[in-house]
């Protein structure tokens, strides 16, 4: 694929959006001071306040495992345990990160289709008090999943009160979390805040930024700490002004609503293109910016040569192709037919 065309393979690999740019570019004028004792950065929390309620602490970081991680360690020691599902990007995509730096044990749950729920948490919800067993503490959930399904905010809630029933943390990796508001039609704050969640990782560099994610509490009591262990991590932003700067553009008008609506919209219109083409058969809902379909094993090396994109799961021939903010109709109708032709050959 050569530097000027748009894939399926992630959101990740996506332009940044030309209004994060010029953000950036207003940002570099000037001395400010550092670590995030400038202006741009109390704007920014300011406006993730507007989202996500006056009460929260948010902290910005580089990219998502450390997110993820950080605010994990925040509410843990190393004697406790994290619920997350066998797909969760705690437990299959970071390298061990999560058990590296906060010494805690994963305990996956498998899923069909990448969420919890209470039935699959409750087995795992004993032992406390007992020295000879890891402590659960904390039930991680992805909003929306790596599989590209959505959390209802009732389900959260549900979620959030069995959490709370047992003295536990809900923690949230939100890293699309945008693309779960624009396919649900809910404020950021319904699905976190109002719906119990006690801390928040929250995605910027998939939905049009250059890099930046924030780490948001909503128990302040939560992220007492977090300032050191956000140091100790290697995440402090000395010229933190343009990460704030990124989601200021970002989330002081719609731009998040729009970039987000505007990926689910061409998964959506993926998924009915590869519909009803023989041999692909779509393994989960589109309900955000994912498409995930089983594809005959002796067509994906010549469709990935084509246009590369990821195998999600190799057992059962499964691939994973994602829409971003910068995916055009016209991209969709040309990797459709680009699958109908490959297969048919």
Same mark, same amino acid.
């Given at each position: 694929m050569n530097s000027n065309s748009r894939g399926f393979a992630s959101d990740n690999n996506a332009v940044v959006h030309p209004a994060i740019i010029a953000a950036l570019a207003a940002a570099n004028t000037g001395h400010?001071? +550092?670590y995030g004792d400038d202006p741009y950065t109390a704007e920014a929390m300011e406006t993730f306040k507007r989202h996500f309620g006056e009460g929260i602490e948010v902290f910005f970081v580089f990219n998502g495992t450390a997110a993820n991680v950080l605010g994990l360690k925040a509410a843990t020691?190393?004697?406790? +345990?994290?619920i997350c599902a066998d797909t969760a990007h705690i437990h299959v995509d970071e390298c061990g990160a999560p058990e590296r730096f906060t010494g805690c044990k994963l305990l996956a749950v498998p899923t069909a289709d990448g969420k919890l729920t209470p039935k699959t948490i409750r087995p795992l919800l004993h032992g406390f008090g007992f020295e000879h067993h890891a402590q659960p503490r904390v039930i991680s959930i992805t909003q929306p999943t790596e599989l590209g399904t959505l959390y209802s905010v009732e389900e959260i809630r549900e979620i959030s009160g069995l959490a709370a029933e047992y003295g536990m943390v809900l923690h949230m990796d939100g890293a699309r979390l945008a693309n779960a508001a624009a396919a649900l039609d809910t404020p950021l704050k319904a699905m976190t805040a109002d719906a119990g969640v006690d801390v928040l990782s929250f995605g910027g560099t %998939?939905?049009?930024?250059?890099?930046?994610e +924030?780490?948001?509490f909503f128990d302040p009591g939560l992220a007492k700490d977090f300032k050191y262990f956000r %140091?100790?991590?290697m995440q402090l932003g000395s010229k933190m002004r343009f990460i704030a700067a990124q989601f200021q553009a970002l989330l002081s008008g719609d731009l998040w609503l729009e970039n987000a609506r505007h990926a689910n919209r061409m998964a959506a219109l993926l998924a009915e293109g590869i519909r009803d083409?023989?041999?692909i058969d779509p393994t989960q809902a589109t309900e955000t910016n994912g498409v995930f379909a089983r594809v005959p094993a002796e067509h994906i090396l010549a469709l990935q040569e084509k246009s590369f994109f990821y195998v999600w799961n190799e057992a059962i021939s499964e691939v994973r192709w994602m829409t971003a903010f910068d995916t055009t109709e016209e991209d969709v109708?040309?990797?459709?037919a680009m699958i109908r032709e490959t297969v048919r050959s």
């Open positions: 400010c001071l +550092a020691r190393s004697h406790h +345990a994290v %998939k939905n049009g930024m250059m890099f930046g +924030a780490v948001v %140091k100790q991590g083409i023989p041999g109708e040309g990797f459709v």
